[in-house]
């Protein structure tokens, strides 16, 4: 059993969290009901833990986790307070849910971290909201909330603590440091200093390996930076650009006769650029100073005036392309050391300006905290936003339950909610998966819970049996799924009813009778309100982002070849570029969905099709690459055609086709009559084929 057991949970961290909940749940229930004597404070200093400690997911280490549950202590008191004066009437009650229910799960749009505490807020809230109405009882309510809270906050410290994740800023600095090795075996490579290639095949596994761990679905939903504030944005920033990075050094590894090549000035500022993503990971180790973005913008600058001080004549295309590659790679290392800089509050170089930042990938850097948050909260006040779709749907689903079971005189309605809360989820499809362990478990547990009512016992017994079942109970849920927990959970909250009040073995029939009310109630809710959830939005929004991105490369190529002025295309791509991100953030509040899409890889797509077009027309002349206007139209014409069949297959739901190629790349020549803006046909095709293979990796 116990190897099983460690099997299912290594390290044992699960049947801790359910050991410490329930000595706590026990303590406070005990000390409430048996040495102070009050039954009415005993149910809220044992729920307070079951919302706090079990239906909520707080990360950090346990001296973070306790602060953060004093925190909450206030907001609990409201909740529990609002839900106690509003139960004097059921239409009363069922608007406070609505109201209240909505506004708690909305404020998940914050982050995951918000998230996590919203599930163990509603419930502070439908526990007081049904009769009887006793407003006289309220200051033994909130001792009850306020000794639960203080126990938990103890027991995170000192009482078989979670040990503290792995932060991702950890995370990141172990992928940078894996970028930067490989960037300097590529400079070594091309400085034909020996092995180079080969310590770069030897790298690359395990720093693409360190650079995945990032994507949110290898995460934990509260261990991803998705919060509203800049230093989550920025490292959100960074470890897409990271992974860019390393599927562009990936892909030079696999043409190996590339790093065969020697090319100096290129190796010169690779090698400046893995200095710099260097220091960028000893900060994020908290091994050195802040990354500065001179350094990088300093090689780039001199690199770019070396080679226009050289005539392209002759060259070998070869070297013509790892030259624009070289300094692609370092231009997305000054993007990297930059979103690193805003996570460390820096300034993004030591004389930039807020107007510098915007618009642009970093408009929030000099955004201040309260201005990012409400920039969050009104860019989601809208029905296309996923998080106010989940919140509407929750608080809809809640108010009907609390409606009907007042109307209905639902016997412990409280059940009717709390299997609501249950049992609902983001999608409709996802709901009906809890719809059956949730009735089954619950039927099981309600007939051993009837028999054990219908035994007549000293409630002492109860007592004794009950740290027992919260015990297995607790531990049963993450480990062997929801039926069980909500078997296991129906004899709990039969003896927990049993020791307040005179009971007998009619409640379970109760039980079950209010769950499966429940149930049905939250399958409907989710069948008609936003029934796709939120993977559906951020479909839409990533389809439209990217055939944004078909738009600007026919754009783009179309100034630098014809010179004419840059059209409406990059303006409206930044735009559907930021409520991309918006939808993505919340998506990453949610738990881990099955396979699919990268949603990192597709934004990232995005997003190099916006700042390399904007690269390339600050830097390219235009009109100078009219002589080849028309093989360039058939390379953009490939290019943006896969972004808008990628943007199709999104906007249709069907991922496995998301990334599929449409032939390989066309053939082109390279003319020999541009003169210096061979360079730029280079950084122009340089930038295609990086959008290629882009695309190539939106499978998730």
């Not at 062997?480 to 909250?493: A, D, E, K, N, P």
């Not at 029939?509 to 939120?534: K, N, Q, Y």
């Not at 982002?545 to 100034?559: K, S, Y």
């Not at 028309?630 to 998301?658: F, I, K, N």
């Amino acid at each position: 059993m116990l190897a099983w057991l460690r099997r299912r949970d290594p390290g044992l961290s699960t049947v801790r969290r359910a050991a410490r909940i329930t000595v706590v749940a026990c303590a406070g229930f005990y000390l409430s009901r048996y040495v102070l004597g009050n039954p009415g404070m005993a149910p809220y200093a044992l729920f307070t833990v079951i919302a706090l400690g079990l239906l909520s997911q707080i990360s950090g280490s346990p001296g973070q986790r306790a602060r953060t549950l004093l925190g909450v202590l206030p907001v609990g008191w409201v909740l529990v307070t609002l839900g106690t004066l509003l139960s004097f009437n059921t239409w009363a009650a069922a608007a406070g849910m609505f109201v209240l229910g909505f506004l708690v799960s909305f404020a998940g749009v914050g982050g995951p971290r918000l998230v996590g505490l919203a599930a163990g807020g509603q419930l502070l809230y439908i526990l007081p909201c049904f009769p009887p109405y006793d407003p006289g009882g309220l200051g033994w309510r909130l001792a009850g909330v306020t000794l639960a809270v203080l126990l938990l906050a103890g027991a995170e410290l000192v009482l078989w603590p979670d040990a503290t994740p792995v932060p991702y800023r950890t995370r990141l600095a172990t992928a940078i440091a894996g970028l930067s090795a490989c960037l300097t075996a590529i400079a070594d490579s091309w400085s034909e200093v020996p092995g180079g290639r080969e310590r770069l095949a030897a790298l690359l596994p395990e720093a693409t390996e360190a650079a995945d761990a990032l994507r949110p679905s290898r995460l934990p939903p509260t261990q991803r930076p998705a919060s509203a504030g800049k230093r989550d944005r920025a490292l959100s920033s960074a470890a897409g650009t990271v992974r860019l990075l390393l599927g562009r050094v990936g892909d030079l590894n696999a043409e190996d006769e590339h790093l065969a090549v020697a090319v100096p000035a290129a190796a010169e500022l690779v090698r400046v650029a893995a200095g710099c993503a260097g220091t960028a990971a000893a900060w994020l180790r908290g091994e050195g100073p802040v990354p500065d973005t001179t350094t990088m913008s300093a090689a780039l600058q001199t690199f770019r005036l070396r080679r226009m001080g050289t005539d392209p004549e002759g060259l070998p295309p070869e070297r013509l392309r790892l030259g624009s590659l070289a300094l692609s790679l370092g231009e997305w290392v000054l993007s990297m050391v930059t979103a690193i800089r805003i996570a460390a509050g820096a300034p993004i170089h030591p004389d930039s300006t807020p107007a510098e930042a915007r618009p642009g990938p970093f408009w929030y850097a000099y955004e201040s905290t309260r201005r990012l948050w409400w920039h969050r909260l009104r860019e989601n006040l809208t029905p296309r936003s996923v998080h106010f779709q989940g919140a509407l749907r929750l608080a809809a689903a809640l108010a009907a339950a609390r409606l009907l079971s007042g109307i209905l005189d639902v016997s412990h309605g409280f059940w009717v909610l709390l299997t609501v809360l249950t049992v609902l989820r983001t999608s409709a499809a996802a709901t009906r998966s809890t719809l059956r362990p949730a009735l089954v478990g619950t039927v099981i547990g309600s007939v051993a819970a009837a028999g054990l009512l219908f035994i007549p016992v000293d409630p002492m017994w109860y007592a004794l049996l009950l740290p027992v079942l919260m015990l297995v109970g607790f531990a049963a849920g993450p480990l062997l799924g929801l039926g069980w927990s909500q078997g296991f959970l129906s004899v709990t909250i039969a003896l927990i009813f049993a020791q307040v009040s005179p009971v007998d073995w009619r409640l379970a029939e109760t039980r079950v009778l209010d769950v499966a009310f429940g149930a049905v109630i939250g399958v409907v809710i989710g069948l008609f309100a936003w029934p796709r959830g939120a993977s559906g939005e951020l479909h839409r929004a990533a389809g439209i982002f990217l055939a944004d991105g078909a738009r600007v490369v026919r754009d783009t190529v179309d100034v630098l070849a014809h010179g004419r002025q840059p059209g409406a295309a990059l303006p409206r791509a930044r735009s559907d570029g930021m409520l991309a991100e918006a939808s993505y953030a919340l998506f990453q509040s949610e738990p881990a969905h099955p396979g699919g899409v990268d949603w990192q890889a597709t934004l990232v797509a995005g997003h190099h099709a916006v700042r390399g077009a904007e690269a390339l027309i600050k830097s390219c002349p235009t009109g100078g690459l009219l002589p080849c206007v028309a093989e360039l139209t058939v390379s953009t014409a490939d290019v943006a055609g896969r972004y808008e069949h990628a943007a199709l297959a999104l906007l249709l739901h069907d991922p496995a086709t998301a990334a599929a190629a449409n032939g390989g790349p066309p053939e082109l020549a390279w003319p020999d009559d541009l003169g210096r803006d061979l360079y730029h046909l280079a950084d122009l095709r340089v930038w295609l084929d990086g959008l290629r293979d882009d695309l190539g990796r939106l499978a998730g």
